[in-house]
């Protein structure tokens, strides 16, 4: 079963701009994460963001989350060709449910040169 | 190289046949999670382990099975296959469980014949 639901599922956008891709899940979380996934490989982690923080920087990643509206967002900033790729959010589960992760179906995101 | 280590990458077999996938976690990492990615179906949470014991269970088939090694590899045994059991099978481990990011293998990809 999918926790979250991504918004766009797919968005094309050009060398430079900024990309925002959003999440929305329905149960409490310990926290969420976003992977990134290059056709037919395997995820690789870019972020995670606690419970009980609102935002997050890494590079040129910005992630908020937003408990009371079960939402987050992931901006990209002055992307790149190289960023072209799937982008998952992820809900984790606390200690106690295994710290599973809950992937929603994911935005392909695609950056023209 | 993520260091999380699955084989084989490939795997072609024919239906009612049974397959055996192996992951190798990180160095140190203690839990280990399977995943079947599919294009109907996403990302879908099948199993996790945790030093050697079943820790959550998600959608995973009776057919399917699974177990973590002292050695801390695991393996995801698949039997009875099914057309529908073509995916890519991903391995993912962590150091603990709950509040970390989740390193991936590079995933085996059985096609079902």
């Known amino acids: 079963s999918q926790q979250g639901e991504e918004d766009p599922q797919a968005l094309s956008i050009q060398e430079g701009e900024n990309a925002t891709m959003n999440c929305s899940y329905k149960t409490s979380i310990n926290n969420l994460q976003w992977y990134r996934q290059n056709s037919g490989r395997g995820l690789v982690h870019l972020i995670l963001?606690?419970?009980?923080?609102r935002e997050k920087h890494s590079g040129r990643l910005r992630v908020t989350l937003d408990t009371s509206k079960k939402s987050s967002s992931l901006l990209i900033t002055a992307s790149r060709a190289a960023d072209t790729a799937s982008y998952f959010c992820?809900?984790?589960?606390?200690?106690?449910?295994?710290?599973?992760?809950?992937f929603g179906q994911g935005t392909e995101l695609s950056v023209k040169p | 190289d993520s260091g999380v280590t699955q084989t084989p990458k490939h795997l072609i077999t024919a239906t009612g046949q049974r397959v055996t996938l192996r992951c190798s976690p990180r160095s140190g990492d203690l839990s280990v999670y399977w995943y079947q990615q599919s294009l109907d179906q996403g990302l879908q949470f099948l199993i996790q382990y945790y030093n050697g014991e079943e820790r959550a269970k998600g959608n995973i088939l009776e057919r399917f099975s699974a177990q973590q090694f002292p050695d801390l590899h695991s393996e995801l045994n698949l039997s009875s296959l099914e057309l529908g059991d073509s995916a890519l099978y991903f391995c993912?481990?962590?150091?603990?469980?709950?509040?970390?990011?989740?390193?991936f293998g590079s995933g085996t990809r059985l096609t079902v014949v």
């Open positions: 992820a809900t984790g589960s606390d200690y106690n449910q295994g710290g599973k992760l809950i």
């Open positions: 993912a481990s962590s150091a603990w469980t709950g509040d970390y990011g989740y390193t």
């Open positions: 963001i606690r419970s009980n923080e």
